[in-house]
């Protein structure tokens, strides 16, 4: 069983940064695809950024590159979504999903196999 677990969600202002972390249990996180996804309320959960198993390949939304950054450490089985210029619009529960064996990011929720609880992100003006 694989479980992930979110942290580093809060309250910032606009124009501020936050790092979310990811933390993976229960198997070799190395052999796992990760991605971050996020819904607003009233909207459906969006693709937001992706990394590759070795950390080779990264994918991003297009609302949010050149501000947010993925990355992993493979030795502390974390992933982490760096995210800098935020936004209102960026305000949003920030999930993270494993996908086993994904040698490309992914941007497609349905491609995941495991997910964590999701972390809030609240942008104020």
């Known amino acids: 069983q694989v479980q992930l677990v979110e942290s580093g969600g809060g309250l910032v202002q606009a124009g501020g940064s936050l790092r979310l972390s990811c933390a993976v249990s229960?198997?070799?996180?190395?052999?796992?695809?990760m991605g971050w996804f996020r819904q607003a309320p009233g909207k459906e959960r969006e693709f937001v950024a992706a990394?590759?198993?070795?950390?080779?390949?990264?994918n991003y939304a297009d609302s949010v590159k050149g501000r947010f950054t993925v990355s992993r450490d493979n030795a502390k089985n974390t992933a982490y979504l760096q995210m800098n210029s935020l936004k209102l619009e960026d305000t949003a529960v920030y999930s993270c999903a494993a996908k086993d064996r994904a040698l490309l990011p992914r941007a497609r929720g349905d491609d995941y196999d495991y997910w964590g609880q999701g972390t809030q992100v609240t942008v104020s003006s």
């Open positions: 990394i590759s198993r070795s950390g080779g390949y990264t």
């Open positions: 229960g198997r070799t996180f190395s052999n796992y695809g």
